[in-house]
């Protein structure tokens, strides 16, 4: 079993930054891409952005293109996503998810293997 641990969430106003953390277990992380999701109430769970094996590739959604990067350090078993000019709409409970298999959507909820409890973000205007 692996476990991945959020954390770095909390209540920040508009045009505020956070960083978000996803600490994993166990000795294969550098085997996982990593990505972080994030759903907020009524509404689906959707894909934030992602991250390969190495570190060398990097995928965002286009509304958070400009203002979010993800980055992992691989020594530390852990992945993070830096925040920046954070809106209302980026309110939500993000997750980080990790895979091990070669399907190359990084975007399909269904093709990750492990997923973190969440932590929250809450936005305030």
């Known amino acids: 079993q692996v476990q991945f641990v959020e954390s770095g969430g909390g209540l920040v106003q508009a045009g505020g930054s956070l960083r978000l953390s996803c600490a994993a277990s166990?000795?294969?992380?550098?085997?996982?891409?990593m990505s972080w999701f994030r759903q907020a109430p009524g509404k689906e769970r959707e894909f934030v952005a992602a991250?390969?094996?190495?570190?060398?590739?990097?995928y965002y959604r286009d509304s958070v293109n400009s203002r979010f990067t993800i980055s992992r350090d691989n020594a530390k078993n852990t992945v993070y996503l830096q925040m920046n000019s954070l809106k209302p709409e980026d309110t939500a409970v993000y997750y980080c998810?990790?895979?091990?298999?070669?399907?190359?959507?990084?975007?399909?909820?269904?093709?990750?293997?492990?997923w973190g409890q969440g932590t929250q973000v809450t936005v305030s205007s």
């Open positions: 166990g000795r294969t992380f550098t085997t996982y891409v």
């Open positions: 998810a990790a895979k091990s298999n070669r399907d190359q959507r990084m975007v399909v909820i269904a093709s990750y293997d492990y």
């Open positions: 991250i390969s094996r190495s570190g060398e590739n990097t």
